[in-house]
């Protein structure tokens, strides 16, 4: 748990002081990621840095696993807590085992425990040892460097991590990726995280809870879908964007929104039977599977009605199915690209686990307003 | 800078080679035989000071650009530096002769004066390479729990090893260069036979002064420039 406590820094400039962190308290719970988000110039490299103590705070307090850090010296602080910059900071002239085993050897590791650690976190972020190890960072592509950029922060397995723009160096696919396999590993790991980032699909996507600054100040502190669905003021929904509801359709899953108990039947059922069952349910199509329960088409209530033929008989192909791992956004551009109301959701074994329709995913949407409204 | 560097490498040993054809032509090489003696006891003389001025002008020029380069220093460093290059531009025969001016003649200013020549270079390109060493490496490794030491040691250093090296390179290719000088202030070395060849217009005597200095230019350089291939490290060392 990392807990900031009225966290001032004051620059004393030439031109007058600049308040950089104006009374900064927050706390980000155990194994979770905080993204602190803002404008450029805005504190969030100076709120972090003070953690580390790489910028000394003017006043305040900082407190890890409740700990006030002002009682342990600048080394041992900083060789506890894993750090990531925008710019990677590989030191060119260690080979990517030695830029791994650089706070393990600093804490007086055995150099063989280092030297396996390093082979294994190499293994972490799909980057074969045998190939890497005896590597220059100038000899590895960007995303490569970020990905032995985070895991030589990893390395001697701090409970806290301090990121900087940490994947701000990179094209827009491999960020992608590099979060995704970050994200991945965070579920194992399960570090304290306080993520620096002026992006705000990053911070919805990698975020516990977003802390949105200006000017030094937290304007709402809160989780990813209550920043963008009810954003605290004036400053954060225009920061967020007038496209935050989009925005939340990368929060949810289409498992979460799938009607499991849609109208399905086997291909070799009857029609009249799923045209009983569309009836029933109110639904105007029902989902034809295969004998692995694999959705395979669909009979449209009308045709169904009084069929003498196997739904499998009368069935039209699907236009698209979708995993019920991916996001809404993934759903209704799919929706769109294929101009229907509704989509076949699979599981990861590509089994039918229900249907995603256009009104369901409005009324995930809308759920947070009514429970507001409700309050 | 590296072009006239690399000419100068090419053409020495090819002008030293056309001068060997020549000379053994010419019956010379009997006359530059003569001074055998001469040559050996003169070319170590030369080398003890090439190797004493060179060596004391590392030791000391490293540490100093090192101490500059530090944080506490950034307010006077530059100062010092214009200092330094200012002192670059004085010729290095003036040098010389300043030198002899306080510390009279013999070894001793002439070892000084080489000893100057070369600590300019030195220092600046150790300066200015540890300058270069980016930020964030330094921020990295403070963020990381490095002790200032550590970092001088395993991120600056190495770091701006390749700059260093260059500037040693050059350094003491003023000091061999120089040396020969060292003659006219009673400090000895080949200068000797050079300038004494020159003045009874002995082709001979001049040779016998003149090729084992060439030879001891190329041999420095060759053996600065394979210690800054193989002692830079691989990640920062553009000649690999
Ligand atoms: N060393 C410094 N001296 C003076 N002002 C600084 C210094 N570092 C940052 N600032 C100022 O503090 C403010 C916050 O900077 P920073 O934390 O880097 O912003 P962000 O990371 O959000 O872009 C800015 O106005 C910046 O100009
Ligand atoms: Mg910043």
């Not at chain 1, 790991?189 to 975020?207: C, N, Q, Y």
């Not at chain 2, 072009?3 to 001068?19: N, Q, S, Y």
């Not at chain 2, 040098?95 to 020549?117: E, N, Q, Y």
Request: with cysteine; charged share 20%; net charge neutral.
């Amino acid at each position: 748990m990392i807990r900031l406590d009225k966290l001032t820094k004051i620059f004393e400039t030439p031109n007058g002081p600049v308040v950089a962190a104006d009374k900064v308290s927050m706390e980000v719970p155990k194994g979770e990621i905080c993204i602190l988000l803002g404008p450029s110039g805005c504190g969030k490299t100076t709120a972090l840095k003070m953690i580390n103590r790489l910028i000394p705070l003017t006043s305040g307090r900082i407190l890890i696993d409740g700990q006030d850090t002002a009682k342990l010296n600048d080394v041992e602080l900083r060789r506890n807590i894993g750090y990531v910059i925008q710019q990677i900071g590989l030191f060119p002239n260690m080979t990517i085992e030695e830029n791994i085993c650089v706070v393990p050897k600093l804490l007086g590791w055995d150099m063989k425990k280092a030297r396996k650690r390093a082979a294994e976190l190499l293994d972490l972020v799909a980057l074969d040892p045998n190939h890497f190890l005896r590597r220059y960072p100038k000899e590895l592509s960007g995303g490569q460097q970020q990905r032995v950029g985070v895991i030589r922060a990893l390395a001697a397995d701090p409970p806290v991590m301090l990121m900087d723009e940490p994947f701000g160096a990179i094209d827009p696919i491999n960020r992608e990726v590099i979060q995704d396999e970050f994200l991945k590993m965070q579920s194992e790991l399960k570090k304290t995280i306080m993520f620096v980032s002026h992006d705000i699909d990053e911070a919805v996507k990698m975020g516990d809870k977003i802390a949105i600054f200006r000017a030094g100040k937290i304007e709402q502190y809160d989780s990813p879908d209550n920043v963008l669905a009810h954003p605290a003021n004036r400053f954060v929904a225009d920061f967020v964007g007038a496209d935050r509801t989009l925005k939340r359709l990368r929060l949810i899953s289409a498992g979460e929104v799938a009607d499991a108990a849609a109208p399905v039947i086997g291909a070799h059922g009857k029609a009249s039977e799923a045209a009983a069952m569309m009836r029933e349910h109110g639904a105007a199509v029902a989902v034809v599977t295969d004998a692995d329960h694999h959705p395979v088409g669909y009979v449209r209530i009308e045709e169904a009605e009084g069929s003498g033929a196997a739904a499998g008989e009368i069935a039209h192909p699907l236009p698209a199915t979708v995993a019920a791992g991916a996001d809404l956004r993934a759903v209704v551009s799919e929706m769109f690209a294929h101009d229907t109301m509704w989509l076949a959701c699979v599981d990861e074994t590509g089994r039918f686990a229900g249907t995603v329709t256009q009104p369901a995913v409005t009324r995930a949407l809308g759920e947070t307003y009514r429970q507001a409204q409700a309050a | 800078m590296r072009k006239t560097l690399d000419l100068t490498k090419a053409a020495v040993p090819l002008a030293t080679f056309a001068l060997g054809l020549w000379v053994a032509a010419s019956g010379l090489l009997d006359q530059i035989a003569a001074y055998w003696e001469d040559i050996v006891y003169l070319t170590e003389q030369h080398m003890v000071l090439v190797a004493a001025s060179g060596g004391a002008a590392i030791l000391v020029g490293i540490p100093v650009g090192i101490w500059l380069s530090r944080p506490s220093m950034e307010r006077y460093a530059e100062y010092v530096m214009q200092v330094f290059n200012i002192g670059t531009t004085i010729p290095t025969l003036a040098v010389i002769a300043l030198s002899m001016t306080l510390l009279g003649i013999g070894f001793a200013p002439a070892f000084f004066g080489l000893f100057v020549a070369s600590l300019l270079p030195i220092v600046r390109n150790t300066y200015a390479g540890l300058l270069a060493v980016p930020a964030h490496l330094k921020e990295a490794a403070t963020g990381m729990g490095m002790r200032p030491l550590v970092i001088l040691w395993r991120v600056e250093l190495p770091n701006a090893l390749y700059v260093v090296f260059s500037g040693v390179r050059t350094a003491l290719a003023i000091n061999v260069g120089t040396t020969p000088l060292a003659f006219l202030i009673g400090g000895g070395g080949l200068g000797e036979l050079i300038f004494t060849g020159i003045d009874l217009m002995d082709t001979g005597m001049l040779l016998a002064g003149a090729v084992p200095v060439a030879m001891l230019a190329v041999t420095v350089d060759f053996l600065t420039g394979q210690s800054q291939l193989r002692l830079v490290p691989k990640g920062v060392n553009p000649l690999r």
